[in-house]
């Protein structure tokens, strides 16, 4: 009997690099394609490239069914995609930034610039009854923060999602990209 | 090329000509009128105009089965455009080659809610091998160079293109681009195919079976794959749209598999040790229960589009890459393992499959039945034609009785909606293959439900004096979804019979087709004949048919595939 249909432990994370034109609705192209063959984005960051004529977008997904590399082929076939790569853990530089806004007295404020020390964060904004942390760091380190400063109330949050980047000299760009 | 000046509109209608477009189907209005202004002051396009837009699609996809070039069709702003949502999403599901052309209000009124504004690039998104909005005229040329290119080359598909008004009448210089630069498009280095690792495979399977699709037609593979079935003698089974890929009236083929597949197809593929799918993609319909899938098989998947390896079944050895090309060099390794290591001994395995076939053939129980079985009328229109008619269908119970009793001996010359499933395509495919193929005989197999979703445009066939053929195997009901509830939903026929189906025969003549009928098995070579016989328009052929007959065998959905119900 062989094995036909392959399952996969829920919630396997992967981080997807993506090269893509820099092209209007490319994002929508992308986000939809996650959408309607039911993978599920768990953040997706996106931005211009050092050429302008190319974006690149770090996509964090969770698989529960299919593969990975379902995901990556599908996302090759769309026409604005230029490549696409998954980035192993141990390969990757990976980072988050995290906008925290705290309601709090001004007596706090020097605990709260101690944690900040501490997370290699910046307190980025401060007013006489509230406060704003900006970090950056992976999403566990943010995590570990986030859970630190919710003992003070956190009035609100917004994070990038994550942007990564394969270590050492490897780029994604294809061969027939990379001439000149 | 020098460049010229012209309109964005000229420029659309300039490469429609510099791309050997013959045959374009569409409907004006208000916003495409640019277009249709220049088309009117060309020399080498020829129009169809349709009476919906739906039918034009589809009339683009029939144009491009029968010929295998692109298929060309224009629709206005707003509902133009999104009634052609159903051909397009039926063409990509298909793998259909079209450029789809539509005009949109001017840009300064996209997004403001303008009359006959609709998003329909981002309606067609998901439904396209890829689509434009453009919004510069001086893109003109290269899109459009790009919407044939990437429509016809690797795995085909629709490709939208969209227009604001404005852009249509802006100046541009016109300048065809002589080849196509699209850095997501080009072939990545991939490794090399392990073409011996898949002809080891054949050289020790005892019980292989070759499995072809439509990807068979797209690649225009018939002579290789005739040649690859003829070298491995295996037992070849085919998809709906792998039928003709390979003679069915050859005694190595078995015809259609899967669900309203033979039985003796079904026994054959979950019996194999090994399957040969080229150009198929494991639909469904074809595999039954994915989990008991030919149980004991290794697979050897080729394929050009890599996203369709081990999307469904794991394959044991992919090739990803064009049938045309690949398949020679796999039968030349095949050739290489046979002389080196001998054949593998078939004979047990075809004995086996004799038995099936002996046993539970497809079978039509006329004798003794008062009414006409659809069955029969398949098989006489067919015996009729002598095999030398593109056959047509629409979606349903019909669908499957053409598909069972219609030997397709040739590429090309079964033409139906498979992935979609699109209700009421036989009318308008029919009028796209007659145009393409002016002298060959069109026959559509319809359904009475399938046929009034489309109908108005036997005006179309009229104008254009189509000799087509329709025969609506009438059995007054949605025969499939009837079907359905008979056997899955305890006889509760909601909303499935078809009453007060208009007069066909009066329907025909009112517009000014000869209508015929048939009540009775004595009625039925007649009016076949006197159909084939008939030139000058089209001919509209009501078949009473025995209204509980079934499409047996069956397996139902989520079933193993020799799980079969009926047909015995």
């Known amino acids: 009997m062989v094995e036909k249909i392959e399952q996969l432990p829920s919630g396997n994370i992967h981080t997807l690099s993506l090269l893509v034109e820099n092209k209007p609705a490319v994002l929508q192209r992308i986000a939809g394609l996650f959408a309607r063959r039911g993978y599920n984005i768990e953040s997706l960051a996106v ?120 270590r050492g000299f490897k780029t994604l760009a294809p061969p027939h990209l990379k001439e000149g | 090329m020098p460049s010229e000046k012209m309109t964005g509109a000229q420029a659309v209608i300039r490469a429609l000509e510099l791309e050997e477009v013959d045959w374009i189907f569409g409907m004006p209005g208000g916003t495409i009128l640019p277009i249709y202004d220049a088309l009117f002051a060309s020399e080498k396009l020829k129009h169809v105009l349709i009476r919906h837009e739906q039918v ?30 159903t051909p397009i999403a039926d063409a990509y599901m298909d793998s259909v080659p079209l450029v789809v052309i539509t005009a949109n209000v001017a840009t300064s009124l996209i997004g403001s809610d303008a009359f006959q504004e609709a998003d329909i690039t981002g309606i067609t998104m998901p439904v396209t091998k890829h689509n434009y909005l453009v919004t510069e005229p001086g893109d003109i040329p290269r899109v459009m160079k790009e919407a044939f290119h990437l429509a016809r080359t690797g795995r085909p598909g629709p490709v939208h293109v969209d227009i604001p008004k404005d852009v249509l009448n802006l100046t541009l210089d016109f300048e065809y681009p002589s080849e196509v630069r699209i850095p997501g498009y080009m072939p990545r ?35 290789e794959v005739f040649e690859f079935c003829e070298l491995v003698g295996a037992p070849v089974v085919t998809t709906l749209h792998g039928k003709g890929a390979f003679p069915e009236t050859h005694p190595s083929c078995l015809g259609m598999f899967g669900m309203h597949g033979s039985r003796y197809a079904n026994y054959t593929v979950q019996g194999a040790d090994l399957l040969i799918a080229l150009g198929a993609r494991f639909d469904d319909r074809v595999t039954g229960k994915l989990s008991t899938f030919a149980p004991e098989a290794k697979i050897v998947h080729l394929d050009i589009d890599p996203a369709e390896i081990s999307k469904l079944v794991t394959a044991t050895v992919p090739l990803v890459g064009d049938v045309k090309e690949l398949l020679p060099k796999l039968g030349a390794a095949v050739r290489k393992a046979f002389d080196e290591r001998g054949r593998p001994d ?16 497809l079978r039509i129980r006329q004798e003794g039945e008062k009414y006409i079985l659809p069955q029969t009328a398949v098989h006489r229109i067919w015996q009729k034609c002598d095999g030398r008619a593109i056959v047509t269908t629409g979606v349903g119970e019909h669908q499957m009785w053409a598909a069972q009793f219609w030997k397709v001996s040739k590429p090309r010359e079964f033409i139906t909606s498979g992935g979609l499933g699109t209700m009421g395509v036989c009318l ?39 000799p087509i053929k329709i025969f609506v195997l009438n059995n007054l009901f949605l025969g499939m979804v009837r079907q359905w509830q008979e056997l899955f939903y305890d006889r509760r026929f909601s909303e499935t019979p078809l009453a007060d189906l208009p007069d066909l025969v009066k329907l025909a003549e009112a517009y000014k087709c000869l209508g015929l009928r048939a009540r009775t098995l004595e009625e039925l070579d007649p009016v076949i004949d006197q159909a084939l016989a008939h030139q000058g328009g089209p001919c509209i052929v009501d078949i009473r048919v025995k209204r509980q007959e079934k499409v047996y065998p069956m397996v139902p959905a989520g079933a193993p595939l020799n799980d079969m119900i009926g047909g015995e």
């Open chain 1, 47 to 166: 931005g211009p490239t050092e050429r302008p004529e190319y974006s690149r977008m770090t996509v964090v997904v969770r698989l529960t069914q299919r593969p990975v590399e379902q995901a990556i082929r599908q996302l090759q076939k769309l026409i604005p995609v230029i490549e696409v790569k998954e980035l192993s853990p141990n390969d990757k530089i990976e980072r988050e930034l995290v906008l925290i806004k705290i309601k709090t007295p001004e007596k706090n404020h020097a605990e709260l610039r101690a944690i900040a020390d501490t997370y290699e964060a910046q307190i980025v904004d401060v007013s006489p009854d509230a406060l704003m942390i900006e970090a950056t760091g992976t999403a566990a380190k943010l995590d570990a923060l986030e859970e630190r400063l919710a003992v003070f109330g956190i009035t609100e949050l917004c994070r990038s999602g994550a942007i990564a980047l394969e």
């Open chain 2, 56 to 85: 034009g699609g589809h009339a683009a996809e029939g144009y491009a089965h029968a010929t295998g070039k692109v298929g060309v069709c224009m629709g206005t702003s707003g509902p133009g455009s999104t009634n052609l949502v």
């Open chain 2, 189 to 223: 280095l991939k490794e090399e195919p392990k073409v011996a690792e898949a002809a080891t495979l054949i050289r020790s399977a005892t019980r292989p079976v070759i499995y072809l699709g439509g990807g068979v037609r797209t690649g225009n593979a018939f002579a």
């Open chain 2, 346 to 361: 078939l004979a047990p395995w075809w004995k086996k499959i004799s038995d099936w076939r002996e046993k539970h053939p």
């Open chain 2, 428 to 466: 308008p495919f029919a009028i796209g293959i007659q145009l393409a193929r002016p002298d060959a005989l069109v026959v559509g197999i319809d359904g009475d439900g399938s046929f009034q979703m489309t109908l108005q445009d036997l005006a179309t066939a009229v104008e254009h004096e189509l």
